[in-house]
């Protein structure tokens, strides 16, 4: 007798958990767009989470390029205007020495 009453609390026990992963299934088929015909569409799923990743990729591809272009712009700024002040000061330096070795 205690050998059918294990059994059938083993049953009811199966059972609850069979309710609750009822319960649980029906929360994740919520999750899926639907077709025409009122089917869970999991293509159109997996395409709208496709296109997502495709969108972040393309989102992290162009602030890498903006972030490589401005380096390299900025990085030719700066040297164009060391150039600049080194010109500017081989200049000077040159007018300076011209006026003194006319003295």
């Known amino acids: 007798m ?3 009453r294990e059994i059938k609390e083993d049953i009811e026990s199966l059972e609850a958990m069979l309710v609750g992963l009822d319960k649980e299934l029906k929360r ?3 999750a899926f767009p639907r077709t025409s015909l009122g089917e869970i569409d999991c293509d ?6 496709e296109s997502l990743i495709r969108s972040a990729q393309q ?6 390029e903006l972030r490589e272009d401005l380096t390299k712009k900025g990085l030719t700024a700066i040297l164009l205007i060391l150039a600049g002040l080194i010109v500017t000061g081989f ?4 007018k300076t020495f011209l ?3 006319g003295k």
């Open 2 to 4: 205690s050998e059918l």
């Open 28 to 30: 994740v088929v919520k």
């Open 44 to 49: 159109g799923h997996r395409h709208y989470h």
């Open 59 to 64: 989102q992290e591809k162009f602030w890498m």
């Open 91 to 94: 200049g000077v330096e040159l």
């Open 99 to 101: 006026a003194n070795v």
